[in-house]
């Protein structure tokens, strides 16, 4: 339960285990000072420890015992998934506290998890059970820019960071694993059905009860592979492996990019080229494509956004073509380049450009990168150049049907080398970089969490 004191309030943090808590305190320290009622080393005491768990994670009717009604100006909480917080807690227990044994089964150990018991540090305990009444709920399925906000108007300033940085995550700690190598558990229908039933109070009062339904499942008569090829993305590494794989089947097509979708064109391509199974292009935009009888498996990798420009910029300036861009690679350093894209009237190559070409699959009003967020979590397999394997684990496990044998090995494909102007530091440019593409960086960071869950 960590208290802070936030301008002239007395702010309780309602810390879910497996829910962001450790971060979200350590960005409360960063940002307003000391933490009362936490102790980060509150495992190592052992018997020297006079609470049942950490103060952290004292249930909410401790919490009411010992403080009185009002005591506190503001409260709020981050509340997870119920299943993808109980993966977490049973990899946790499995993989880095090595409290399981290796062949733990998930189902078994969800049957027998003491749902109303302080073992484990609190961690097995409903959400319900550590958030008072009247607090503030964030889901962190929504990222944590939200709980900035809140606090900055708490605050009355925007002072301090202004990102959550996240810690204590399975994957960042899986180095220290005693079973290292295991395959996460899956969340099936009956593992859902199953904390659904034991989580229920969770489920109602936070609206999970849709992350929890059964999975309607309809068998396609096709499946196709659809590579969202974004400009020096590593996509044409992808579309390597994507060849050597399905050989012919593999087809490539561009379209105009004059209107804010050309998603019936590239439906009529899929439905028009039968034979294919791959269909890779560097312009699409408008909503993901929905063909009758035909499962779409959408691929897109994302990168640094300043990576991104750079190399862009090495590249253009070696190409051989007429194009505006790569005049201007020519005949600019890349500082001048960059700000010549950037003063151009509807040129987002260097501004933001990966938000914008995803805020395009979510037509509507809202900005461009809550948009861009909602289109992200429609990719089927959305990854980074900076973890490419992951991106390739996810989408062999999408294709199974389609490929049972995909594999692939290192890749480097139309690769743009270092030119000396693109390696001068210069904090101005990367200052104006870092501004002009802000939510490409936000994007990447939600991305990041993603794939840490």
């Known amino acids: 339960?960590?208290?802070?004191?936030?301008?002239?309030?007395?702010?309780?943090?309602?810390?879910?285990?497996?829910?962001?808590?450790?971060?979200?305190?350590?960005?409360?320290?960063?940002?307003?000072?000391?933490?009362?009622?936490?102790?980060?080393?509150?495992?190592?005491?052992?018997?020297?420890?006079?609470?049942?768990?950490?103060?952290?994670?004292?249930?909410?009717?401790?919490?009411?015992?010992?403080?009185?009604?009002?005591?506190?100006?503001?409260?709020?909480?981050?509340?997870?998934?119920?299943?993808?917080?109980?993966?977490?807690?049973?990899?946790?227990?499995?993989?880095?506290?090595?409290?399981?044994?290796?062949?733990?089964?998930?189902?078994?150990?969800?049957?027998?998890?003491?749902?109303?018991?302080?073992?484990?540090?609190?961690?097995?305990?409903?959400?319900?059970?550590?958030?008072?009444?009247?607090?503030?709920?964030?889901?962190?399925?929504?990222?944590?820019?939200?709980?900035?906000?809140?606090?900055?108007?708490?605050?009355?300033?925007?002072?301090?960071?202004?990102e959550i940085a996240m810690v204590n995550s399975h994957e960042q700690r899986l180095h220290k694993a005693v079973a290292p190598g295991l395959a996460p558990p899956q969340l099936d229908d009956t593992a859902k059905a199953l904390i659904a039933e034991r989580y229920g109070a969770d489920v109602v009062r936070f609206g999970y009860k849709a992350a929890l339904e059964p999975e309607v499942k309809v068998q396609p008569q096709r499946t196709v592979i659809l590579h969202y090829h974004l400009f020096k993305n590593a996509g044409t590494s992808l579309d390597q492996i994507l060849k050597r794989n399905f050989g012919d089947a593999w087809v490539t097509h561009e379209f105009p990019m004059k209107s804010e979708t050309n998603t019936s064109q590239i439906e009529d391509w899929i439905r028009d080229t039968p034979e294919a199974q791959v269909f890779s292009t560097h312009t699409a935009v408008g909503p993901l494509p929905q063909i009758e009888g035909v499962r779409i498996v959408s691929v897109m990798l994302l990168r640094d956004p300043i990576e991104r420009i750079r190399s862009a910029y090495r590249f253009e300036r070696r190409q051989e073509a007429d194009t505006w861009g790569a005049k201007l690679a020519k005949e600019q350093d890349f500082e001048g380049y960059v700000r010549k894209r950037l003063a151009r009237s509807g040129d987002r190559q260097c501004r933001n450009f990966q938000t914008h070409r995803l805020a395009t699959m979510e037509p509507g009003n809202a900005p461009e990168l809550e948009r861009a967020i909602a289109a992200a979590k429609q990719i089927t397999a959305l990854g980074s150049v900076a973890d490419f394997d992951a991106l390739l684990r996810d989408l062999a496990a999408e294709i199974t049907d389609l490929c049972p044998s995909f594999t692939w090995e290192a890749t480097r494909a139309n690769i743009s080398q270092v030119t000396p102007d693109s390696e001068l530091p210069n904090p101005d440019l990367d200052a104006l970089l870092e501004d002009a593409n802000a939510d490409d960086f936000a994007l990447m960071a939600l991305l990041w969490e993603k794939n840490r869950a």
Request: aromatic residues 10%.
């Open 1 to 162: 339960m960590p208290i802070i004191r936030i301008a002239d309030k007395l702010v309780y943090f309602a810390h879910v285990p497996r829910a962001a808590g450790t971060a979200v305190e350590r960005y409360l320290r960063a940002r307003f000072g000391l933490l009362a009622f936490a102790d980060s080393q509150y495992l190592s005491l052992g018997d020297a420890a006079w609470t049942r768990s950490s103060p952290q994670h004292i249930p909410v009717a401790a919490l009411e015992r010992l403080f009185p009604q009002g005591f506190f100006d503001a409260s709020f909480a981050v509340v997870r998934n119920p299943a993808t917080r109980l993966r977490s807690v049973f990899l946790r227990q499995r993989d880095i506290e090595g409290a399981l044994p290796p062949d733990t089964n998930f189902h078994d150990w969800l049957e027998g998890l003491p749902v109303n018991s302080a073992e484990i540090d609190n961690h097995s305990l409903p959400m319900v059970d550590f958030i008072p009444e009247g607090a503030k709920i964030f889901h962190l399925e929504d990222g944590l820019q939200p709980v900035i906000e809140w606090l900055d108007a708490l605050a009355g300033n925007r002072d301090g960071p202004r």
